[in-house]
């Protein structure tokens, strides 16, 4: 029995077309559980939302590239990144959870499959990993040219996010660090998030607008200025992705179409679009030419 909805499929059509190689810098695949099996214990049990359906989605939006970044519902079992990576002739890259103690030759396989960062997870209901551990994954990941995601929240983004930048290795905040939409854009966490621009190896991404939004409603509306501010203030620095099939909603299931169409009408600059969706992805994943 499935703890969550599925993705909704009656999603907006784009306003306009994508650049080419749009990237989705930032999506989740479950299962298929007959395939892929769910961890054992496990946060949460998903409907399976596997990389078929999220292509199909992709395709419905002009997105060519992908960054799947494991879900916690498999744990550290990395199969079903690795297959669809596999799969993708280049054009998808994996973000991984990396259990304690791993070493360089586990490091070492997951590159080879088309891994390219680590997550962390530091929300306030749960414990986070111990600063040494995440020091000794830096040190791991650094000579592969990876990067570390700060999954982060209101109560733990101060805490965190300064020792996160001495670490050597360039670090991804996800989801705008889930600031909350209804303390304003003067909130110091979000506030940190624009003191980033012009720090090398300083990455930001404009998803999960539903998790920022203190409404629960779509279309997310307190969300916008957020996502707009960072696109004036950063966009050099910035990624964007669905976060479908969205884990853990407790609001409205986002559209993914209404998702893109946000930042189409919040970024009318195809130079600048053109930047956040595909050279920013392509310098920090690397994809391979898909005429190769």
Same mark, same amino acid.
């Given at each position: ?16 077309a994508?650049?080419?190689? #749009? ?8 299962g298929?559980?007959?395939?892929? %099996?769910?961890?054992?214990p ?6 399976d939302?596997?990389?078929e ?21 498999? +744990? ?9 990576i ?23 396989r ?8 680590a997550?962390?997870?530091?929300? *306030?209901?749960? @414990? ?10 830096? *040190? ?5 040219? /990876?990067?570390?995601c700060?999954? +982060?929240?209101?109560? #733990?983004?101060? $805490?965190?996010?300064? /020792? ?19 303390? $304003?854009?003067?909130n ?14 300083? /990455? ?8 920022? #939004? ?10 916008? %200025? ?6 004036e ?10 976060? /479908? ?8 299931? %986002? @559209? @993914? ?36």
């Amino acid at each position: 029995m499935a703890d969550y909805a599925p993705p909704r499929t009656d999603i907006q059509a784009p306003l306009r077309a994508l650049p080419a190689r #749009s990237c989705d810098a930032h999506c989740h695949i479950f299962g298929p559980a007959a395939v892929f %099996p769910y961890a054992e214990p496990r946060p949460y049990t998903p409907p399976d939302a596997p990389y078929e359906k999220l292509l199909a989605m992709h395709a419905k939006l002009g997105l060519q590239r992908t960054v799947l970044v494991q879900a916690a519902c498999h +744990g550290y079992d990395m199969s079903a990144v690795l297959a669809a990576i596999a799969s993708s002739r280049g054009q998808t890259r994996g973000v991984a959870l990396l259990p304690p103690g791993v070493q360089d030759d586990e490091v070492a396989r997951l590159h080879q499959g088309g891994i390219r960062g680590a997550r962390f997870h530091y929300m *306030s209901h749960l @414990d986070g990993t111990p600063r040494a551990e995440v020091e000794r994954v830096a *040190s791991l990941i650094a000579p592969h040219g /990876w990067h570390l995601c700060l999954h +982060g929240d209101e109560d #733990s983004l101060a $805490g965190v996010l300064p /020792w996160f930048l001495q670490l050597g290795v360039p670090i991804v905040v996800d989801h705008m660090a889930r600031v909350a939409a209804d303390k $304003g854009l003067d909130n110091p966490n979000f506030q940190a998030l624009l003191a980033l621009k012009g720090r090398p190896g300083a /990455w930001v991404k404009i998803s999960g607008i539903d998790r920022v #939004s203190s409404s629960g409603k779509r279309p997310f509306a307190d969300g916008r %200025p957020y996502i707009a501010a960072l696109i004036e203030h950063m966009p050099g620095q910035l990624l964007w992705g669905t976060d /479908w099939p969205h884990p853990r909603v407790h609001g409205d299931m %986002p @559209d @993914d179409g209404e998702s893109i169409n946000t930042l189409l009408e919040l970024c009318p600059d195809e130079g600048i679009l053109e930047r956040i969706l595909v050279r920013n992805p392509q310098g920090l994943y690397g994809f391979d030419d898909p005429e190769q």
